[in-house]
């Protein structure tokens, strides 16, 4: 299988590097893995909503542009559906069973994701009704990732 994770803005901190590193050599065992990372739009502190959905469809053109099209898409999103680790590692499974071993997450910017690319999401996942700073939340991402597979092939960890 193969897992590529779309994410808007770098990563600066030096401990997020190395837990993405660590879960990204763990996964190495189960599935082809490939982090996009791409440059969040500049955008002042105090946006209007026109100003606001400016910058998501500029960065969601950029994702759009970096979609393969035979995957299956996940996007983050609050208002995406909730999952337990257990429920979200059967989904993958059958993904997998269905002949979909390509599956790409998208991680958008500050602001959250345009309505394009929420459109060509398969599916939209929420991991909490809280929101998240996006570097944290790949790393969140990987993570449970990680324990889907461990799930799946029936391996300790995930209690």
């Not at 990987?142 to 799930?151: A, D, G, H, P, S």
């Amino acid at each position: 299988m193969k897992i590529t994770i779309i994410a808007v803005g770098k990563l600066k901190e030096k401990y997020f590097h190395m837990g993405i590193a660590e879960y990204a050599k763990r996964l190495s065992r189960y599935c082809k893995l490939e982090i996009i990372e791409l440059a969040d739009e500049k955008a002042p502190e105090n946006m209007s909503l026109a100003q606001e959905e400016e910058v998501k469809n500029k960065e969601g053109k950029r994702i759009l542009d970096h979609i393969k099209e035979d995957t299956y898409v996940i996007a983050l999103a609050i208002e995406g559906k909730v999952f337990s680790s257990e429920e979200m590692a059967k989904k993958i499974e059958d993904l997998s069973l269905k002949g979909r071993s390509h599956i790409t997450f998208i991680i958008g910017g500050s602001i959250g994701l345009s309505k394009e690319v929420l459109n060509r999401a398969d599916f939209q996942l929420s991991f909490s009704k809280m929101t998240f700073p996006h570097q944290l939340m790949r790393l969140i991402l990987l993570e449970q990732v990680y324990r889907w597979f461990k799930i799946i092939k029936g391996e300790p960890y995930h209690k």
